[in-house]
């Protein structure tokens, strides 16, 4: 973990290399503000049909750690929700849901 999805309105998708650059953007925020390892983080973009809301949705899932404190979390949100804004121009939904070690079940 961190596994960062974000459900992207399909007519609204950004270009390749919009969604390259915010990929960056999270690894980065993964890696010094929640002190992730590199190889734990991955991002995924899914287009979705929209039915209603905002057109982005971000759903975060981590492992729950003594230093991801609230504090933390919101630095990490507001600056994901920047990063968002920056590189596609449209407002998301952020979501995080951290679990203990002992809930989660994983390979690979």
Not at 6 to 32: K, W
Not at 51 to 76: I, S, W
Request: glycine share 4%.
């Amino acid at each position: 973990m961190p596994k960062v999805t974000f459900y992207i309105h399909a007519v609204q998708m950004p270009s390749d290399e919009r969604l390259a650059a915010l990929s960056g953007d999270c690894v980065e925020l993964c890696t010094n503000v929640l002190e992730a390892d590199l190889k734990n983080v991955h991002v995924i973009y899914v287009d979705v049909r929209h039915g209603h809301g905002h057109p982005v949705f971000v759903e975060v899932q981590y492992r729950l750690a003594t230093l991801r404190t609230c504090a933390v979390m919101n630095q990490f949100m507001e600056a994901l929700e920047n990063a968002i804004a920056c590189r596609t121009g449209l407002t998301a939904r952020i979501r995080c849901f951290g679990y203990a070690a002992s809930n989660i079940h994983a390979r690979n």
